[in-house]
């Protein structure tokens, strides 16, 4: 696993857990730390991980991070190995990977995954598999012990594809849920109320469930997904939607919440903060 953050090391741990040998990379010290307590095996740097397991994992923050560490994989000149990149970025950036890769003998697959950081310490997670069928069959195993399920999408790019549309809905059903708590508070109902009564109702969201409790208790952090990385995944969607002339009305409402909580000083906070923005619009006070 390269990047032990919110993900990575919430994934390591589970596949620990599961009775994998996990070797592990990250270039903060103290994300190190935390997965070696975990029973993670840290690598000296990527060239080592590349060394020494057949199936690689890399969930980072940026493409700049996921080129670097794609380059010292091949420079390595490792067996061949399979690189499973689990981030969020554009298709050409993945592409670009792919490409890398495959220039030095490895397979690349595109896998981003539908979760927050609380669904994946539960191991709730849906992987969107795309590239080599046979890749994908071989890491099954793999996906299964931190996942609960595996859709193989098909040909390589699917998977991001696919991501954009679940990060479009997740974008509109968090400022919803944060918009309707508002409503609903500042009309003298008690939050934790209208989650109970909610979430047994139509309005219900997945997206509710999860950042509607910590809405409720304004409380923000630790993250499940920071704003920062947040608005990075929403760039690559519009940027997306942009090139296929697709209009998205909706999900373009939701950026200014999100630029306005970063703004605020939110941006290390979990995006659920943007109940925070639309208490201070509404002059709601808690």
Partial sequence: MVGLGIMGGAISRNLVAKGWHVVGFDTDPERCREARENGVEIAADCADLAAKAEIILTSLPSPVAV?????????????????????????????????????????GLDCPLSGTGSQAQKGDLVVFASGDVN?????????????????DLGEFGNGSKMKYVANHLVAVHNVATAEALVLGMKSGLDPQTIIEVISSGAGNSRVFELRAPMMAKKKYDPPTMRITTWKKDLDVIGAHAGELGVPLPTFDATLAFYSAAKSMGYGGQDTGCVCAVLE???GLER
């Fill in 67 to 107: 080129h670097a560490v794609v380059a010292e994989i091949v420079v390595a000149k490792a067996p061949k190995r399979i690189v499973v990149e689990l981030s969020t970025l554009a298709l050409a950036d993945k592409f670009a990977m792919h490409d890398a890769l495959a220039s030095s003998g490895h397979v």
């Fill in 135 to 151: 890749a994908i069959e071989k890491c099954r195993p793999v996906f299964a012990d931190f996942s609960r399920k595996t859709a």
């Fill in 280 to 282: 201070k619009m509404a």
